[in-house]
């Protein structure tokens, strides 16, 4: 009952649109990322954009679903993927992108419609939430644009007939910084989110125990801040800043029984400023499992991670360097969590030049874990080939 209110609601909440849809070469599959995608697609092919939210519902398009609801008696969480369906078979593209990399249905679709073109731009770490025998039985996407070789590699074996290698589109945009000496120090780059449960292959983990590492961490980096006289800066990931702000201050007044914390500061971005743009201007960011701590990289700032979310309910895949395997303990990483070892990796990364730290993570291999494209020229390039292929010449 409650998912029948729900889904009303979507639906009156919903712009509404009365118009006939036309054809189109290209379908951006689902709005959130599409800004990042459109600038990819030369001006003389036409797009749009298949809201996969309920942002907007075609009139037409939806009396079709309900036909085929009330026809075959579909159940009611399939009627939006049957609309979704349905809206493809109406506009006819050429070629499918989406920027949701962990959007299962989207992969499904491909068995749906062998002859359109599926691309796939990697958007995130979210290679973690996806389980191999998920795939096992589906038809492989045509192109998987990725991060690095090693997500390359990943990809290539479950998910995509071809995988190319970019960096993170949304990262190339922005210019690397030069070496020169920085005057912030530290900032913490958060994962949190305002869900009461999270899932990963199929398994709700509660509140509390997928946040067991920041308990545990945040802590620890504060004091050491404070013994240091540095500020520790934490970089907001949501819009609730409110309550992501007093989750973090909740867990040190916990620690430390004060109320006053002089060491420490919030950022958030803005339409004006981006996460890339904020961790640019410090020398040394801290992550756990975001991949801004991977992409900071790129921009001439040290990393550190505690990839330790997934030892709390046992699994490996959110481990450092994943979906590679490489051993526990590295010059910036660390799967262990005790203080000695926290301590020990900041001392080691902040003595650290910054020369001397990207000569380390050159011996490491970190080019493999994520490449970088200034200003995407390799996947506009590709992108141009693979439109012209499919949308010209099928045209012909």
């Known amino acids: 009952m409650i998912r029948?209110?729900?889904?009303?609601?979507?639906?009156?909440?919903?712009?509404?649109?009365?118009?006939?849809?036309s054809t189109t070469d290209i379908l951006i599959y689902d709005k959130v990322g599409s800004e990042n995608i459109i600038p990819l697609i030369d001006k003389k092919f036409n797009y749009e954009i298949l809201n996969s939210r309920f942002e907007t519902i075609n009139f037409f398009v939806f009396c079709r679903s309900l036909a085929t609801y009330f026809n075959y008696k579909v159940q009611l969480k399939n009627l939006y993927k049957n609309y979704l369906i349905k809206f493809i078979e109406v506009r006819k593209p050429k070629i499918i992108i989406t920027f949701i990399d962990n959007d299962f249905f989207f992969y499904s679709l491909k068995k749906k419609f062998p002859e359109i073109c599926f691309i796939c731009i990697q958007n995130g770490l979210s290679a973690n939430k996806i389980s191999k025998n998920k795939f096992i039985k589906i038809k492989k996407i045509d192109f998987f644009f990725c991060f690095s070789e090693i997500f390359a590699n990943f990809y290539k074996k479950i998910i995509a007939k071809k995988t190319y290698i970019i960096g993170s589109l949304k990262c190339n945009k922005y210019r690397r910084k030069n070496f020169k000496k920085k005057k912030n120090k530290i900032i913490y780059i958060s994962s949190y989110s305002d869900a009461n449960f999270l899932k990963f292959l199929n398994t709700n983990i509660s509140?509390?125990?997928?946040?067991?590492?920041?308990?545990?961490?945040?802590?620890?980096?504060?004091?050491?801040?404070?013994?240091?006289?540095?500020?520790?800066?934490?970089?907001?990931?949501?819009?609730?800043?409110?309550?992501?702000?007093?989750?973090?201050?909740?867990?040190?007044?916990?620690?430390?029984?004060?109320?006053?914390?002089?060491?420490?500061?919030?950022?958030?971005?803005?339409?004006?400023?981006?996460?890339?743009?904020?961790?640019?201007?410090?020398?040394?960011?801290?992550?756990?499992?975001?991949?801004?701590?991977?992409?900071?990289?790129?921009?001439?700032?040290?990393?550190?991670?505690?990839?330790?979310?997934?030892?709390?309910?046992?699994?490996?895949?959110?481990?450092?360097?994943?979906?590679?395997?490489?051993?526990?303990?590295?010059?910036?990483?660390?799967?262990?969590?005790?203080?000695?070892?926290?301590?020990?990796?900041?001392?080691?990364?902040?003595?650290?030049?910054?020369?001397?730290?990207?000569?380390?993570?050159?011996?490491?291999?970190?080019?493999?874990?994520?490449?970088?494209?200034?200003?995407?020229?390799?996947?506009?390039?590709?992108?141009?080939?693979?439109?012209?292929?499919?949308?010209?010449?099928n045209k012909n």
């Open 4 to 21: 029948f209110y729900n889904f009303i609601l979507r639906l009156f909440k919903a712009k509404w649109i009365v118009r006939i849809p």
């Open 207 to 393: 509140f509390e125990k997928f946040y067991k590492p920041e308990l545990k961490l945040l802590p620890v980096i504060y004091k050491f801040c404070s013994q240091q006289k540095v500020t520790l800066s934490i970089l907001l990931k949501t819009s609730r800043i409110n309550k992501e702000k007093n989750f973090y201050l909740n867990i040190l007044k916990n620690e430390f029984k004060i109320n006053n914390f002089q060491y420490l500061k919030f950022y958030q971005k803005t339409k004006s400023r981006s996460s890339y743009e904020i961790i640019k201007d410090f020398e040394t960011v801290i992550s756990i499992d975001s991949a801004l701590g991977i992409e900071a990289i790129n921009f001439n700032v040290k990393s550190i991670f505690f990839s330790t979310r997934g030892k709390f309910f046992k699994n490996e895949n959110f481990e450092f360097g994943w979906p590679k395997k490489i051993k526990k303990e590295g010059f910036c990483w660390s799967n262990n969590l005790s203080e000695k070892k926290i301590n020990h990796l900041l001392k080691q990364n902040l003595n650290l030049t910054l020369k001397e730290w990207k000569h380390k993570a050159f011996q490491n291999n970190f080019n493999k874990i994520m490449f970088y494209d200034y200003k995407n020229k390799i996947a506009k390039k590709i992108f141009k080939n693979i439109i012209f292929n499919r949308v010209i010449l």
